[in-house]
């Protein structure tokens, strides 16, 4: 399970806390106990056969469950230890998870966390994470979900600079005709696509412009040196309102959505240690 979920010996080794020797040795024996290849090796990569998967995706979840009980007796201690890994866009990460944790890691040494930003939808399970953040409304119905942040609201908003060339926006149909900020999304490579809504009517529009970006600061960067508009959090440029360095335009068709959520399998018994992370991440507001 280590190799193929690592995709490498050496890594697999250093996880396990063994030699990579012993650890070939003990696949080549498991193979021909088996009378089955369960890795192809390559000089670049290691993964698993057709007969490797099978067993990954049977015998991997059994694995896990044990492991998950283990952790649980940890529960035992006066503390609760262990890692806890999460995943989570840019946004969340900075303005949800990161708060939080000055203010519980000093009382838990023994927990670690681990955030990985990502912007994809990522299967938590499949990827062995102990839980992700995303908006409600992106949550699937089958996971347990924790608010943890109020609700949100978008901006669209330029430098005064950018506004002494081009005319502001009445309408969001207005921005095809302006320098926007794009963001690339990681799924599909695709560009995201402004969304707007105003009085029940949904509207979303495909924008163009010089920059193209997959991370939010450099978003804000771009708009405040005045090189186009950008769509942006509204918590992340409040600041800049209020001094006059950005302008805000079409507020009256980005009204507030479900804000942040953690999520996680409701098959999963919850470590000791992810359920202290979850009730200092609580949205309690």
Same mark, same amino acid.
């Given at each position: ?51 490797? #998967? ?9 694995? %896990?469950?044990?492991?998950?009980? *283990? ?14 890994? /999460? ?22 040494? %023994?927990?670690?966390?681990?955030? /990985? /930003?990502?912007?994809? *939808?990522?299967?938590?399970?499949? #990827? ?21 942040? $109020? ?20 309408? $969001? ?21 402004? #969304? ?23 978003? *804000? ?59 200092? *991440?609580?949205?309690?507001?």
């Amino acid at each position: 399970m280590a190799v193929a979920r690592e995709c490498s010996f050496t890594r697999a080794a250093a996880k396990l806390g063994v030699s990579q020797s012993a650890l070939s040795h003990t696949i080549r024996s498991l193979e021909e106990r088996l009378g089955l290849r369960l890795l192809t090796r390559t000089t670049r990569r290691v993964a698993p056969t057709e007969a490797g #998967e099978r067993l990954l995706r049977t015998v991997g979840p059994r694995f %896990d469950e044990i492991d998950a009980e *283990l952790a649980a007796l940890s529960a035992l201690r006066e503390k609760p230890a262990g890692t806890v890994r /999460i995943t989570a866009g840019e946004h969340a990460a900075y303005a949800i998870l990161w708060p939080a944790l000055p203010k519980l890691l000093p009382h838990y040494p %023994d927990i670690k966390v681990e955030i /990985i /930003i990502d912007y994809g *939808l990522t299967d938590i399970v499949a #990827e062995h994470y102990d839980a992700g953040v995303r908006l409600g409304e992106q949550v699937a119905k089958d996971m347990i979900a924790v608010r943890i942040g $109020p609700d949100m609201r978008m901006a669209v908003v330029g430098a005064p600079s950018y506004f002494t060339r081009r005319p502001q926006p009445k309408r $969001p149909q207005d921005l095809t005709a302006h320098d926007c900020i794009n963001l690339r999304l990681p799924t599909y490579g695709g560009l995201y696509v402004w #969304e707007f809504e105003k009085r029940g009517r949904e509207l979303k529009v495909r924008v163009e412009g010089q920059l193209v970006f997959n991370n939010l600061a450099m978003r *804000l960067n771009a708009a405040l040196a005045g090189l186009g508009l950008a769509y942006l959090p509204e918590d992340q440029v409040k600041t800049h309102l209020a001094d006059g360095a950005l302008i805000r335009v079409l507020a009256d068709w980005c009204p507030p959505f479900s804000g942040y959520h953690l999520y996680y399998p409701s098959r999963r018994q919850p470590k000791p240690a992810f359920a202290v992370l979850v009730d200092a *991440l609580r949205y309690r507001g």
